[in-house]
C-alpha cells in the first residue's frame, strides 16, 4: 500500500497568494483528517470527513481556509489569501474506521508552508 | 474541556536505561487512548493503543503503556532505550461516542543519549 500521499512536501509563497495542499487517503479508508502542527500550538486538528463529507470543522482558524473531499480518493486544504501566521506543517491522515468507534490514524508525511 | 496533558516537554535518557513519559487525560466514562511516535521529518505512527481490556497494552519497538482510570493517566514505557528511540512521542485520546477524532497532547520529546 502507498499510505496517504500528501502534495506538495514544501511550499514557499508570499502572502496574499492562494495555497492549495493536497491528500490522497489510503484506498478503502473513510475517514479523512486535515492537522495543523506548530511549534506554538502543537497538533490542532481543523477539519475531519467521514465518506467524503465533513462532520467537524470547528477546528478551521477562519473563513481563509476551506477543505474539500470531492471523491474518497483526494481531498484539498486550500487557504486564500495565505498570511505568515499560517505557516506550519499540514498533516493529512485517514482511517478505516467510520464514525462511533475509535481508531488508526495513518498520517502522510506532511506539506511544510513557509508564507513570507 | 476534553484534553490530553503531557507534563513534559522533554525527556533526556541514556542509552539503555529505562524511560517513562507521562500521559493524563480529562476524565470521560468512555475514552480511547493512542499513542503516536513522529521521527524528524516524517508523520505521525501509532505506537500502541487502548481500546478495552487489559490495561497493559503492548505496542511496536519494546514500548508498551498502562491505563489507570482512577488517575486518569496512560503512561508509556520502555526498560532499555536505544538511540534510535529519539523522537517526539504523542499521547493522544478519543473518547468515542459520535466522533472519532483524536485529540493530542503537546508532544514529549526523547532524547536518547549515547
Known amino acids: 500500500d502507498a499510505g496517504v500521499i500528501q502534495s506538495p512536501r514544501h511550499e514557499v509563497t508570499e502572502m496574499g497568494q492562494e495555497v492549495t495542499l493536497r491528500c490522497k487517503p489510503i484506498?478503502?479508508?473513510?475517514?479523512l483528517f486535515w492537522y495543523r502542527q506548530t511549534m506554538m500550538r502543537g497538533l490542532e486538528l481543523l477539519i475531519y470527513?467521514?465518506?467524503?463529507?465533513?462532520?467537524?470543522d470547528s477546528g478551521m482558524p477562519e473563513d481563509r481556509f476551506s477543505a474539500k473531499m470531492p471523491n474518497a480518493s483526494f481531498s484539498t486544504l486550500k487557504i486564500q489569501p495565505s498570511e505568515p501566521r499560517d505557516s506550519a506543517v499540514y498533516f493529512c491522515?485517514?482511517?478505516?474506521?467510520?464514525?462511533?468507534?475509535?481508531?488508526?490514524?495513518?498520517f502522510g508525511e506532511g506539506s511544510r508552508l513557509t508564507v513570507l | 474541556a476534553q484534553s490530553v496533558t503531557q507534563l513534559d516537554s522533554q525527556v533526556p535518557v541514556f542509552e539503555e536505561a529505562p524511560v517513562e513519559l507521562r500521559c493524563n487525560y480529562s476524565?470521560?466514562?468512555?475514552?480511547?487512548l493512542f499513542w503516536y511516535v513522529q521521527y524528524p521529518n516524517q508523520g505521525l505512527q501509532l505506537l500502541l493503543k487502548?481500546?478495552?481490556?487489559?490495561?497493559l497494552v503492548k505496542g511496536i519497538n519494546g514500548f508498551e503503556a498502562e491505563f489507570n482510570k482512577s488517575q486518569t493517566s496512560f503512561h508509556l514505557r520502555k526498560p532499555s532505550v536505544h538511540i534510535s528511540d529519539t523522537a517526539e512521542y504523542f499521547c493522544a485520546v478519543s473518547y468515542g461516542g459520535a466522533t472519532n477524532k483524536l485529540i493530542f497532547g503537546t508532544g514529549t520529546l526523547l532524547a536518547v543519549q549515547p
Open positions: 487502548y481500546l478495552s481490556g487489559s490495561t
Open positions: 476524565s470521560s466514562v468512555s475514552v480511547y
Open positions: 470527513f467521514n465518506n467524503n463529507v465533513p462532520i467537524d
Open positions: 484506498s478503502g479508508h473513510n475517514s
Open positions: 491522515a485517514s482511517s478505516p474506521v467510520s464514525v462511533g468507534a475509535a481508531g488508526e490514524l495513518f
